[in-house]
């Protein structure tokens, strides 16, 4: 089975632009949350979604929204992108509720110059 | 203060030593988790732990509720268990989100 697949795997953007990452989960998890781990510290959570609807948010600017689809895959959007978005974005999925184990991608590698 | 806090931040120890990383928290927590990460970004689950103990291969991981402590062993410890080991908690919100509070890390390089 596939893991939880994140793509691109590699972009740079420039100041004020937008990008979309995209995160598809293991087949049957219904849960998917984002994260944003800047080089040298440790993953900071951004949303979590749940059944298509978001179940938590952290201390991240309106600039980052997120959406998970029927098929539970899930976009995470960045507007007006500034040098200190420049972070591995991580996307991990289960299969719902408290205590369950959690599978993490790759991660998208985010470049803002 | 962090709410999930970790020790040692850097580790270097000799092929075969018996490793020990510690983790605290201050929130109530639903389940901790023991994380590994390897240089390129990729994260893997090691332990989810909720209560008392739970060994795989070579690792062990514990939780003390009541003293809100969490400790990663590593025996006989080998030069591919170099890696950032990541201590992560889910909050016990009654309700919510159920995104993860992480540690700073522990970056282990085992030498041969």
Known sequence: DAGVTQSPTHLIKTRGQHVTLRCSPISGHKSVSWYQQVLGQGPQFIFQYYEKEERGRGNFPDRFSARQFPNYSSELNVNALLLGDSALYLCASSSGGRGNTIYFGEGSWLTVV | ?112
């Open chain 2, 1 to 112: 203060k962090n709410e999930v806090e970790q020790s040692p931040q850097n580790l270097t120890a000799q092929e075969g030593e018996f490793i020990t990383i510690n983790c605290s928290y201050s929130v109530g927590i639903s389940a901790l988790h023991w994380l590994q990460q390897h240089p390129g970004g990729g994260i893997v689950s090691l332990f989810m732990l909720s209560s008392g103990k739970k060994k795989h291969g070579r690792l062990i991981a514990t939780i003390n509720i009541q003293e809100k402590h969490s400790s990663l062993h590593i025996t006989a410890s080998h030069p591919r268990d170099s890696a950032v080991y990541i201590c992560a908690v889910t909050m016990y919100s009654g309700g919510g989100a159920d995104g993860l509070t992480f540690g700073k890390g522990t970056h282990l390089i085992i030498q041969p």
